[in-house]
């Protein structure tokens, strides 16, 4: 079986998880979901990098010991996983002694070889990055990343001879040229090669200056560089070195792996670690994954501007699968992208409220409303179904091609439009005219098209949205299955997917419409007062003034068919009707007379519509019209009349 090992980096400890490493975590979940499906033995590590100065400055502010500080604060790391939907196989923490072991057989090994010496360094060092920098590198004389004035520290040090290794390098990135990508970072990691000699890295901290961090085995009055540290994990919490030569192990199991990392630790991944497992004799990574930032309003997030991103309030406010969509959805992978409320609800009203979940809301109603909630059989097929399966097979193809090669948005782009031509093929097919027509056997096979192509998609929109492919696949009557190579394969190549004659679920309210919320909403133009309006008569005292007759004409009144009818999903006093007014397609109204009325006896009234309103907002839902009701104390009837859907009234 092909395995496939993906790693997030490992988080400092100082800081709370953001929607930074949310995000990178949760495309490792996705990922590993994904070769889940093309049936390979798949594993995705993550974990906390806990070492270091950043870390002992972050333990002192806090009042407690360095232990006590990042047992409390990796815990939060790791409990927060599971409920983002990870599914991590591994977590690791550098503080582990199993690590801290490996770490010292890794040192002591590079030692042994002459890779590693003993010298003397100035330079200046920014505690922020825990890293010393050189003059060139200063920018203003402050550092890059910070913008502080680092400090300049002349000490005694080792030294690892990355120099050594820097030809070799810069030819197997030549050699081979995805092994950093998007391309962009391979360009930035071949610069770094390209400037001049590469200078040697200082791989060690005087326990005079720093304690907390790993012991070098050859000299005890140092500790290792947190950075030194850190890489190793990738393949320590694969048990290395115990098993390097284990074939039944993790390591030669997994190893060489898949790196998933942000922009800002291109250097220590496509520089330090791939010259350090040269040095140690082992393979390099396959793949270096490089994302951009997420900017919150396009401003980088950051503790002093208040804007860090909470990613279990986000997805709990916005749901789960809704958060993991818009992540994998919005950014494309290697660029920046900007999180912002608004971006978020536009998107998932978009994509999942309007495409994705009102397709199966429609669908699932008018089969249990023309076939008892029974999958219908398929009968003779028209070009029309065979053109729609054929947009849903190639997107499925696409979808599965683009997500191999980390181009997440436009695999999403790509399956999207799949649901869009599904929910074109609706209002083409006009299921409720074929109804009306008595045209059963059309009526069924328009339905059975729209349900196996359906069902392609519940599918494959399993490693980003996991628990609503799953209710999708069940609403579909096929509670998900072991995911293997063959379900994929059987997905792609094949048409017919479910039982004729099983019942499924009659209704579906997968991704309710989000609301813009006041503090969410973008701030809007104070407006001028006015005077109060004379205040009109309430409607319910009194008669109204006269109208001219041709105020009257201006109605456009119609006989109107329920064909659904619903609870709005944000709202008790409402409900949400397709009626049919005789047109391509029915219409969206929305009603408060919930309380009045239980939705499923009203499917197949008659109703009165005013027809020529404005579409209308409520709740999130539009609303293309008004039905009519008399009220009569506390009560309230429908105003109908039996006459075919569309006619007018005058
Ligand atoms: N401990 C090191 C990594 C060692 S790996 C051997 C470290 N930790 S970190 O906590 O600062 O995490 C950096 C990583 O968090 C980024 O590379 C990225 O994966 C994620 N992100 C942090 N902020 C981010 C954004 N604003 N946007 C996207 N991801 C970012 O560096």
Redesign the pocket.
Known sequence: MKSYYIT????????RP????A???IVADTLKRFHKMLGEDARMQTG??EHGDKIVKAATAAGVTPQAFVDDISSVFRNLWPQLGIENDGFIRTTDPEHKKAVQVLLQRLYDKGDIYFGEYGGHYCYGCERFYTEKELENGLCPQHLTKPEYISEKNYFFKMSKYQDALRQYILDHPDFIRPERYRNEALAMLEGGVLEDLCISRPKSRLTWGIELPFDKDYVSY??FD??A??ITALGWPDNENDESGNYRKYWPGEH??????LK??GIF?PTMLMAAGLPLYKHLNV?????VKDT??SKSLGNVVDPLKAAEHFGLDAFRYFLLREMNFGS?ASYSPEAIITRVNADLANDLGNLFSRVLSMNAKYFESKVPALGNQLEADDILSETTDNAAANFVQLFGELRFSQALDALWTAIRAMNKYVDEQAPWTLAKSGDTERLGTVIRTLLENMYKVAYLIWPIMPASSATMQAQLGRPQGPLSEAALNDVLHYRMHLRTGLEIASSSNLFPRLEMEKEEAPAKPKKEKKAPAPKAAPAETGPKAPIEFTDFQKLDLRIGTILAAEQHPNADKLLRFDVDLGEEKPRQIVSGIAAHFKPEDLVGRKVVVVANLPPRKLRGLESQGMILTAEFDGGLSLLTADAPSGSSIA
């Not at 997030?8 to 400890?13: A, D, F, N």
């Not at 953001?18 to 490493?21: E, F, I, K, P, Y």
């Not at 998933?260 to 630790?265: F, H, R, Y």
Request: charge should be negative; aromatic fraction near 20%.
């Open positions: 997030t980096p490992i988080y400092y400890v100082n800081a953001h929607l930074g490493h995000y990178s975590t906390t990098d947190v950075w850190a890489l994990n990738y998933l990392v942000a922009k800002d630790i220590p991944h670690w994302h951009g930032y997420w900017l980088k997030m920046d």
